[in-house]
């Protein structure tokens, strides 16, 4: 697991030096400098700011997407604070980050741990634990929809073949909820897996050894060594855990397409379904900037913990 | 491409195996390990019988593991009731034209914001940054209607150019070239080289893994993207394989051997290229700025 990348990652950030010294060469590298940027910046602020501010703007009127928009002020945001499909969709996101980011960061310790000592076949397991993570959304939404169909998919005729009740995995809002989080920690654990290898193969083997001496036992060593040494990875895959819990749209929308009810309805598939079914344009971007400024704060945090981590090497 | 570490090298002697807590403990975690693979493998098997059988026997009679008379004709459907030819050809053109172009912007702005000392970069970075994980749903509309005023809906260009920067890629090529050392760019500079040509001959040759890792992941993203094609392409002659598998799903969801057959052929290139760029893949997401 290590070629050049590895330690540039995580290198410290140290200024470069100017080339050339003196007023001329300090500006010439600024120009050279917004030069080599100005392609990406021009998509960059065409495609992705302006459209971000342009949200901002949109919050604040009322529009169908056809025809003159009006201004309504604060009125879209006030709606959204009495509207309880929005709380649905809020709470649902939030109820599928505490499910999945738990679940899938001590499944895939776990792995990580088993996977981490000699083992034959080891590379092609780790393969296997990963390959769900490659697999589109759209792709894995329609598996999910037959296997868990609840009248002729494969887990409810297993369960009724040891003569338990099919679960009702469409009609119950619960029931869809769950195959939702397990469908999408299928596909998150090999990720987890492969960042705590990561941070696994950074604890010095000394300690691990010393705690040995000191005849601390297998889940000591884990508890009291392993899991505290892999504080900032677990901080990293928690942060961006959440942060993918507010992006997830595809697997949503062809699985359950927010039902039943809006029991599976999220902020982001709410915010389509708003804009483009209901074509409420300027309340779909209301959603979309409390659903930014969510997201921003959390990539703060992750910022943060990068940086700190960062130092510390 | 697999690692040489992977194997020989850390398969134990008897006596150390011993020393390591067990035998028991050793078969114990090996016998975990590959019952969770078989869970792991499980969705896709099923994806691959389905596949295979015939219609009727998978939602009535007993229930089997295995397609009873093995046939291609859900594959064969699939294609009938979707152009789905045209759907890879549309995916391919897409995904290979924008990782190319995303893959040049990037490294070339990874590299500036690395490597250049200006006024404004730690300002451009924190930018680029506050958007990396921006869900496109949060700005669809305006977007939409930027790329409808430029007449681009229902064209490859709608879902090419908006994507050809990313706070991804930009973030990722940063965080690689901070580790070439200046010297090096110095000492080319030194010898007369220009600004593009010390990216192109000696930067771009130094990044030869973060390359790699860029097309692989970018590819994926492209490949498999569905939310923003959905929003602007509604001429079916230009669908993408998601948007072409959704349609299938939803117009004809129970013909369940065409879907998965369609499915799982939609994987296969992600599948191929991860099974021979397995470790670039695996350190690419596990680094793309993380950890």
């Keep these: 697991m290590t070629t050049a990348a590895p330690a540039a990652v995580t290198a410290p950030v140290p200024d470069p030096p100017r080339s050339r010294t003196g007023r001329s060469g300090a ?72 499910l999945t980011v738990p679940l899938s960061l001590v499944l895939g310790l776990g792995v990580a741990l088993a996977i981490n000592k000699p083992l034959r076949g080891r590379g092609f397991l780790r393969a296997v634990y990963y390959v769900p993570y490659v697999i589109s959304g759209v792709v894995i939404a329609i598996a999910g929809r037959w296997i868990f169909n609840e009248n002729v998919g494969v887990v409810n005729r297993l369960l009724r073949s040891v003569g338990m009740d099919g679960i009702a995995w469409q009609s119950d809002g619960t029931a869809a909820m769950v195959s939702l989080v397990l469908i999408s920690v299928w596909t998150k654990v090999g990720f987890c897996m492969v960042v705590y290898l990561a941070g696994l193969q950074s604890i010095p083997a000394e300690y691990l050894e010393a705690a040995q001496m000191d005849g601390a036992g297998r889940w000591s060593r884990l508890w009291y060594v392993v899991v505290p040494l892999l504080k ?47 074509r409420r344009q300027g309340y779909a971007a209301t959603i979309g900037v409390v659903t930014y400024l969510v997201i921003a704060v959390l990539t703060a945090l992750w910022w943060r913990r990068q940086k700190a981590t960062e130092a510390e090497q | 491409m697999t ?36 869970v792991m493998l499980f969705p896709l098997y099923w994806m691959l019988v389905t596949a295979f059988s015939g219609g009727g026997a998978l939602t009535s009679g007993p229930l089997r593991f295995w397609p009873e008379e093995p046939t291609l004709d859900g594959f064969r459907r699939a294609f009938e009731l979707l152009p789905f030819g045209t759907f890879y050809l549309n995916s391919l053109a897409i995904a290979v034209v924008a990782m190319a172009l995303s893959v040049t912007l990037n490294l070339l702005a990874g590299y500036v914001l690395a490597k250049y000392r200006f006024r404004g970069r730690q300002a451009v970075f924190v930018v680029i940054l506050s958007t990396l994980m921006i869900p496109v749903q949060v700005v669809m509309i305006p977007q939409f209607q930027l790329v409808a005023g430029l007449g681009w809906v229902d064209s490859y260009w709608a879902v090419i150019v908006p994507r050809a920067a990313e706070a991804f890629g930009i973030f990722l090529c940063r965080q690689f070239m901070l580790g070439i050392p200046d010297e090096v760019l110095e000492a080319a500079r030194l010898d007369g080289a220009g600004h593009l040509r010390v990216f192109w001959s000696v930067v771009l040759p130094m990044s030869r893994p973060l390359i790699a890792v860029l097309v692989i992941l970018t590819f994926m993203y492209r490949w498999n993207e569905f939310a923003w094609p959905l929003i602007v392409l509604n001429d079916q002659a230009l669908f993408t394989v998601p948007i072409g598998l959704a349609f299938l799903q939803g117009e004809y969801g129970t013909d369940y051997p065409a879907l998965m057959g369609m499915a799982l052929l939609s994987t296969l290139p992600i599948l191929a290229v991860f099974a021979v760029f397995q470790r670039q893949f695996v350190e690419g997401v596990a680094r793309s700025g993380l950890r």
């Design chain 1, 232 to 278: 900032p990875t677990t901080v990293f895959l928690v942060v961006l855990g959440v942060i993918e819990s507010f992006q997830v749209f595809d697997i949503v929308y062809v699985l359950t397409g927010g039902g039943p009810g809006n029991s599976t309805e999220m902020l982001v598939t709410y915010a389509y379904a708003e804009g483009f079914d209901a």
């Design chain 1, 27 to 98: 500006w010439r590298e600024s120009a050279a400098a917004w030069g080599l940027l100005s392609p990406n910046l021009l998509v960059f602020g065409v495609f992705l700011l302006l459209p971000l501010i342009a949200t901002v703007w949109l919050s604040l009127y009322s529009s169908s997407g056809f025809g003159p928009r009006e201004f309504v002020g604060a009125d879209n945001y006030t709606e959204l604070a009495g509207d309880s499909t929005f709380w649905r969709s809020a709470l649902n996101t939030g109820v599928y980050a505490l």
């Design chain 2, 3 to 38: 690692t040489t570490e992977d194997r020989p090298a850390t398969r134990p002697a008897p006596a150390q195996r011993r020393q390591r807590g067990g035998a028991g403990w050793l078969s114990g975690r090996a016998v975990a390990l590959v019952l969770g693979a078989l």
